[in-house]
């Protein structure tokens, strides 16, 4: 079975520009996740959605972040405009909702604004 | 709100002996799951062990084990015979059910190191 897949696995982007980052959740599952992972503040929660439907926003930093899911098999994580301070490795997770089970983590884009 | 701690940010541990990692969440829910997942250098997140609130048995995985303390709130996660490649950042995670979807809370993760 494929897992979650993310893209790109890598970006290297100067600051000011915009950065799509893209997830693909398991077939079946209707509850995704993005996360953003650094040394300094670990792993943090920034949306999620059920059912495409965005239930918790409220670690988005800030209005330069946006996410979107139009279908159950595809959801994006938009910053724009990008800083430096963006830098850090963000994960996609995808679980069957509210079917009891745990989280499958894609392989995460690790995203360098320069 | 819930909240998972993990109070060892880094722990050591020689090839072939057992470690536990230790986790403790606070909850008012009766019904949940807890995982301990592995980020090994290469960042992916594996799945090690899960458990069920509902199970009195602890969860066992090959070398992988747990010890579930419900009452005391205590998720610890037990590597026996450590090999060099549970060198990794390990998370414990609790997660609830609702009908918005399954909510998640993660602990800051424990640093593992298993000496050759």
């Known amino acids: 079975d494929a897992g979650v897949i993310q893209s790109p696995r890598h970006e290297v982007t100067e600051m000011g520009q915009e950065v799509t980052l893209r997830c693909k959740p398991i077939?079946?599952?209707?509850?995704l996740f993005w996360y953003r992972q650094t040394m300094m503040r670990g792993l943090e929660l920034l949306i999620y959605?059920?059912?495409?439907?965005?239930?918790?926003d409220s670690g988005m930093p800030e209005d330069r972040f946006s996410a979107k899911m139009p279908n159950a098999s595809f959801s994006t994580l938009k910053i724009q405009p990008s800083e430096p301070r963006d830098s850090a490795v963000y994960f996609c997770?995808?679980?069957?909702?509210?079917?009891?089970?745990?989280?499958?983590f894609g392989d995460g884009t690790r995203l360098s604004i320069l | 709100a819930q909240t998972v701690t993990q109070s060892q940010p880094e722990m050591s541990v020689q090839e072939a002996e057992t470690v536990t990692l230790s986790c403790t969440y606070d909850?008012?829910?009766?019904?949940?799951?807890l995982f301990w997942y592995k980020q090994p250098p290469s960042r992916q997140m594996i799945l090690v062990i899960r458990?069920?609130?509902?199970?009195?048995q602890n969860a066992t995985e090959n070398r992988f084990s747990v010890n579930f303390q419900k009452a005391a709130k205590s998720f610890s996660l037990k590597i026996s015979d450590s090999q060099l490649g549970d060198t990794a950042m390990y998370f414990c995670?609790?997660?609830?059910?609702?009908?918005?979807?399954?909510?998640?809370?993660f602990g800051t993760g424990t640093s593992l190191t298993v000496i050759p």
């Open positions: 077939s079946g599952h209707n509850s």
């Open positions: 959605f059920n059912n495409n439907v965005p239930i918790d």
């Open positions: 997770a995808s679980s069957q909702g509210t079917v009891p089970g745990p989280q499958h």
């Open positions: 995670a609790f997660m609830k059910s609702q009908n918005t979807g399954n909510q998640f809370y």
């Open positions: 458990q069920e609130a509902y199970k009195q």
């Open positions: 909850t008012s829910e009766n019904n949940y799951y």
